[in-house]
T-cell receptor, first 113, second 114 residues
Framework: GENVGLHLPTLSVQEGDNSIINCAYS??????FIWYKQESGKGPQFIID?????DKRQGQRVTVLLNKTVKHLSLQIAATQPGDSAVYFC????????????FGAGTRLFVKA | NAGVTQTPKFQVLKTGQSMTLQCAQD?????MYWYRQDPGMGLRLIYY???????DKGEVPNGYNVSRLNKREFSLRLESAAPSQTSVYFC???FGGGDTGELFFGEGSRLTVL
């Protein structure tokens, strides 16, 4: 069925440490995934994406890893900063005649100073 | 260049009342979407419009109708509001034309149904 979920609902890290946010998905037909960041009172914003023909993609301080064998995504944030405090969603794009984005439940990241 | 603009930002309704949430984008994107976000849950797709003139149901369409008025505007209507429709509603757009490309979201409309 259509299901994108997260292992950890909350994550608390010390400023300067690395953060890892995990996500499991169940739609093996999906071949494109996105991580979004949502700050309080705002809409989600794009962080990084990855296609299924890749297993790793790096951005500025962020890395997304994709393991298709176990249907698992992770978002790694290097040197976590207070401004990284937010809710993070993984999402997959499904082709059902139009392209739908299906979101996971989200992980709240707290960064301790 | 405002991106995606939603109105109103806040609304309180009584059960049975109707209202329309407005959404406009100035990004010249083809696809537009309405999501709802409830506490502890991810965003759930209500309706989407892959291109001007087309609309399709998402995961939770019951109790809602939509209109893709033109390429820029995509409205969401609640004909008879129910307390279960208390939520934060997000409009989004996407360039379209394939499976890649991110969604661009508005700031959200917080709706309370009493």
């Amino acid at each position: 069925g259509e299901n994108v979920g997260l292992h950890l609902p909350t994550l608390s890290v010390q400023e300067g440490d690395n953060s890892i946010i995990n996500c499991a998905y169940s739609n093996s037909a999906s071949d494109y995934f996105i991580w979004y960041k949502q700050e309080s009172g705002k809409g989600p914003q794009f962080i990084i994406d990855i296609r299924s023909n890749m297993d790793k993609r790096q951005g500025q301080r962020v890395t997304v890893l994709l393991n298709k064998t176990v249907k698992h995504l992770s978002l790694q944030i290097a040197a976590t900063q207070p401004g990284d405090s937010a809710v993070y969603f993984c999402a997959e794009i499904l082709n059902t005649g139009g392209f739908k984005t299906i979101f996971g439940a989200g992980t709240r990241l707290f960064v301790k100073a | 260049n405002a991106g995606v603009t939603q109105t109103p930002k806040f609304q309180v309704l009584k059960t049975g009342q109707s209202m329309t949430l407005q959404c406009a984008q100035d990004m010249n994107h083809n696809s537009m979407y309405w999501y709802r976000q409830d506490p502890g849950m991810g965003l759930r797709l209500i309706y989407y419009s892959a291109s001007e003139g087309t609309t399709d149901k998402g995961e939770v369409p019951n109790g809602y109708n939509v209109s893709r008025l033109n390429k820029r505007e995509f409205s969401l209507r609640l004909e008879s509001a129910a307390p279960s429709q208390t939520s934060v509603y997000f409009c989004a757009c996407r360039f379209g034309g394939g499976d890649t490309g991110e969604l661009f979201f508005g700031e959200g409309s917080r709706l309370t149904v009493l």
